[in-house]
């Protein structure tokens, strides 16, 4: 895939997955990292698991991508809250 679906693919990922784990959104940016290492980390699972990852600019695509995000923003709110509890 292009650099350019890459970030169409994570920006669209990572906007689904805020929306949907903390109804608010990261950010632009934020949005678009979290997509596309959601896309890498998604893959890179589902591939283990002997499942298709990213294939292409496609809805399997995007649903490996979103599973992918949704793992590490859950794990970066959990991190979030350890750190204000530890401060």
């Not at 929306?19 to 940016?29: A, H, M, S, Y």
């Not at 949005?31 to 809805?59: K, P, S, Y």
Request: with cysteine.
């Amino acid at each position: 895939m292009s650099i350019i679906t890459w970030i169409v693919l994570g920006l669209i990922a990572g906007f689904i997955t805020s929306k949907l784990i903390n109804k608010t959104g990261e950010g632009l940016v934020m949005d678009v990292v979290l997509g596309i290492c959601g896309a890498v980390v998604g893959g890179e699972i589902f591939n283990r698991l002997g499942m298709t990852g990213v294939t292409g600019f496609n809805i399997w695509s995007l649903l490996v991508a979103v599973s992918g995000a949704a793992l590490l923003l859950i794990g970066y709110h959990a991190l979030q809250g350890t750190l204000k509890r530890a401060g």
